[in-house]
């Protein structure tokens, strides 16, 4: 199955300037643009996201505490612009692809909701969550139905169902699959016709976060390099942050120059992402995102 990692982002994003795990300079956004004349033709975009989340503590015999998420979207819009729908059904680009490497934001402005100025879209615009039928989600031996729930009716100008599905723990069963397998009913026209999809788990981090010795400010950060960099995601009182770190298996992250310094706790967590893409009917270069997400939290008092 072909990979498309970029295929998307300069509809999204037109420019942005990282500052080196700073976040107090001048940070520039793209702007959600809306066609003058948008295209009478709808635009089909689909994604499939499943998230392991571990925190490495072990719950029962279930497993480890973390969660499995897992959420399918397959939108079909008319009279918008791509960016502007992708930003309505909550189809954000992956942090990777809107921070250069080495650098960190402020989470916020990864998903600026306040850039959507639906004012300005069309009156007449409609965006549809599709029935796809049957979702199931193959991780080694185990295969999870996900269950279809309708779209919230107080979402003007949005309807249909998607697909959520979540599980509290991280079964000791999903320790030994490699493999996810994707099946997909369809809905039964050429819209969006069945299809089947494989990916691979991303490689896994084995993530461990501790305050460096002699002082608080500084988080020794490390994690096992397989060459594909990890997202780290800093949560607190202070705000929240998101780095994308080179894979070099080491960082120390100064909370003062995050703005972070005055925050008792901090939730720390490490991801790495599999992106792959599918194509079914009008549906082209379909996203499918596998997340293995590591977390810890640190008293730094």
Known sequence: ???????????VVAAIAATACTVDEPLERSDFEVDVEPDAEPNHL????LLIETTGEPLSERGEAGAVEIRARFVEARGLDESLVRGRADLWPLAEHLITPGNCLPSDSLRDVEAIDLEAAPQNYELVLLD???VRVQLGAQAIDVPMVLTPDFVPSMHGVEYAYTNDAVPNWLQRAEVIDLEVEGSGDEILPGFHHRTELPPALE???RPAPLTTDVIELRWNPRGQNPIVEVHSS???????LHDTGSYSLDLQDLG???APVLEISASRVEVSTFDAGEFEAGEVFVEL???TTIDRW
């Open 260 to 262: 972070l310094s005055a």
């Open 207 to 209: 993530f461990r976060a």
């Open 46 to 49: 689909g994604r499939v996201q």
């Open 1 to 11: 199955m072909p990979r498309s990692r970029h295929r998307w982002l300069a509809l």
């Open 293 to 295: 997400r590591e977390s």
């Open 132 to 134: 796809a039928g049957q």
């Open 238 to 244: 202070d705000g929240d942050i998101t780095c994308n």
